[in-house]
């Protein structure tokens, strides 16, 4: 009798017909994880609520989620392909009989014992079961196998990381968390003729955040919604001409009180920052305009907030102060208590070649005589070291922000925009913007955003709104 359990070694290596006998064994031991029956339901496809809906499992019969049957099934063909008989085993024939539930935590031994072999055909009949941690038989049955006959050990697979993350929707639905209790607030939609601009305010009002002011071509708003199955309830419609007209009546609104915050439309930018910039008709603050992505990164811990990618395109040290306080105060008023701001340049040391380090330098130093308040500084950091502990320790980085940042100030327009963007169709993040420093917060998103990206944007300007009223 010769069991075998190869897991640990990095070569995979078969057992030919010749050298199994009969009442030889193999075994394989694994404990059920939560990741494992999600997993299985995303390869499979199957979510039976009974496996990936807790909500209904404590419901159940089973009264908890319960894995699939066919998960500790598959770990017996895990032993036949990789064990016993392991490479060039080809499946004929299996039976399996389930006779206890598998729940997470459960420890499953898999044994595989030869009963019988054919030496005409190479086939032989195996024993398969499997146990659980109090040796109850959770899983038994017969497979039928041709065994290969020609020896194979090769070097283990080196196989792709497979690792689960919050879906977006999740994620999205996390970010809504923030305005928990708060009532939903007037907004002035300016040009939303296209789909994604209005399905974003039609989302935004479905989900309690917003009273919209449609400020726009009414024919072209009213023809968009009936074409797509959406209902303007709840919605004020202001009918213009063009998208300029609908810029400055938006800002109009929002100056005369009206509405406590804006979003952009499909129109263009320059349009929409041009009537709330305007000297005398527009909505400026003593603060400098500047605009924020807040980005739910699945790999990032935290919120990470990018600033600024969309306004200011190459700010002045005397700009970035007010770029830098804008973004500390947001953070503040979504309870991020004393938010850690990495003023980001291409190294971590002062260059008097390279002004991003000259300025990241200055920031800091006006943080200490409290021209900058509110949060935690430090800089120059390169990107690495402002959101990676490791990549910080290894460089000799002492710093309450290096590896753990809330907040990015970006040397410029482009830096800022091309990381936001990375991050977005790269690594999956979940990106909202909101621009800073005017009388009303301002959603002002890409046109190519999608509406449920123009929805969490719209949440965090319900919760400036919000902040800006309780502080008049």
């Not at 909505?283 to 807040?294: A, D, Q, Y």
């Not at 002492?398 to 040397?411: C, E, F, N, R, T």
């Not at 909202?432 to 917060?441: D, E, K, T, Y």
Request: glycine residues 6%; aromatic residues 4%.
């Amino acid at each position: 009798m010769h069991p075998t359990d190869n897991s640990g070694s990095n070569f995979i290596e078969n057992r030919t017909y010749d050298e199994i006998q009969i009442g030889d064994t193999a075994t394989l031991v694994r404990t059920l994880r939560p990741e494992d029956i999600q997993m299985y339901a995303i390869m499979s496809g199957d979510i039976n609520p009974s496996h990936v809906d807790p909500e209904y499992a404590r419901s159940s019969m089973f009264h908890e989620v319960v894995a699939h049957g066919m998960w500790g099934g598959a770990l017996i063909s895990t032993v036949l392909g990789t064990q016993f008989p392991g490479p060039g085993t080809i499946y004929v024939d299996q039976t399996l009989h389930f006779s206890h539930l598998l729940r997470v935590g459960d420890t499953l031994t898999v044994t595989v014992r030869c009963e019988r072999k054919f030496d005409h055909n190479h086939h032989m009949i195996l024993d398969c079961v499997c146990t659980n941690q109090m040796g109850l038989k959770v899983i038994h049955g017969t497979a039928e196998v041709q065994a290969p006959t020609e020896k194979i050990k090769r070097p283990k697979a080196d196989l792709p990381d497979f690792k689960l993350s919050a879906t977006r929707k999740t994620r999205f639905e996390h970010l809504l968390k923030i305005t928990e209790g708060l009532a939903p607030v007037p907004m002035a939609v300016a040009h939303p003729c296209d789909i994604e601009s209005l399905k974003g305010a039609l989302l935004a009002r479905d989900l309690g955040l917003i009273i919209p002011t449609l400020v726009g071509p009414e024919d072209k708003i009213r023809q968009l919604a009936e074409a797509n199955g959406l209902t303007l309830d709840l919605c004020t419609l202001i009918n213009t001409s063009h998208s300029h007209d609908s810029a400055e009546i938006a800002v109009r609104l929002a100056r005369e009180g009206k509405v406590e915050a804006l979003m952009k439309g499909s129109l263009h930018s320059d349009e929409l920052l041009g009537a709330v910039v305007h000297k005398t008709t527009g909505l400026r603050t003593s603060r400098r305009i500047s605009h924020v992505f807040i980005m739910d990164v699945p790999t990032y811990p935290r919120l990470l907030f990018i600033t600024d990618a969309a306004v200011n395109v190459a700010p002045t040290l005397e700009d970035k102060v007010d770029i830098l306080q804008n973004a500390i105060d947001l953070a503040r008023m979504l309870k991020i208590e004393e938010p850690k701001a990495a003023i980001l340049a291409a190294v971590e040391t002062v260059n008097p070649q390279m002004q991003a380090t000259l300025d990241a330098a200055a920031l800091c130093k006006m943080a200490d005589r409290g021209q900058i308040k509110g949060g935690l500084i430090d800089g120059p950091l390169a990107f690495d070291n402002a959101i990676s502990l490791a990549a910080a320790r290894t460089k000799g980085i002492k710093s309450a922000v290096a590896g753990q940042a809330d907040i990015l100030l970006v040397p410029d327009i482009e830096s800022g925009n091309m990381l936001a963007k990375q991050l977005e169709y790269l690594a999956d993040a979940l990106g909202s913007g909101i621009v800073l420093g005017a009388r009303v917060p301002i959603v002002l998103t890409s046109r190519a955003d999608s509406a449920e990206s123009r929805s969490a944007s719209t949440a965090v300007a319900m919760v400036m709104a919000h902040a800006m009223r309780a502080k008049n």
